[in-house]
Nanobody, 118 residues
Framework: QVHIVESGGGTVQPGGSLRLSCAAS????????VGWYRQGPGKQRTLVAN???????HYADFAKDRFTSSRDNAKNMVYLEMKNLKPEDTAVYYC????????????WGQGTQVTVSS
């Protein structure tokens, strides 16, 4: 059975930083495309960043230069470091793991709330 668990959310002031964690059991994240998504109030869920098994990461335009995704293979975890946070970054952030080959299975976590407010 696969479990994906996000953690690290919270409330920060504009300009602050947070590091989100995505922990997995039952699936090996280095063999997955691991995506961070977010869903703000009244908005659709959107892609923040996608990390591929070779470590290549693609970022949404709003995330470039402020967000960095990394992976710890030994711990089977993926992280999203977020800096210079803005109020518009307020959202529930989700981790998604899709094992390679793609199109067979897809796993989501329950999400972690990030609130950016003064």
């Amino acid at each position: 059975q696969v479990h994906i668990v996000e953690s690290g959310g919270g409330t920060v002031q504009p300009g602050g930083s947070l590091r989100l964690s995505c922990a997995a059991s039952g699936v090996v994240l280095r063999n997955c495309v691991v995506g961070w998504y977010r869903q703000g109030p009244g908005k659709q869920r959107t892609l923040v960043a996608n990390m591929f098994p070779d470590g290549t990461t693609h970022y949404a335009d709003f995330a470039k230069d402020r967000f960095t995704s990394s992976r710890d293979n030994a711990k089977n975890m993926v992280y999203l470091e977020m800096k210079n946070l803005k109020p518009e970054d307020t959202a529930v952030y989700y981790c998604n793991a899709e094992p390679v080959p793609l199109g067979v299975s897809n796993y989501w976590g329950q999400g972690t709330q990030v609130t950016v407010s003064s």
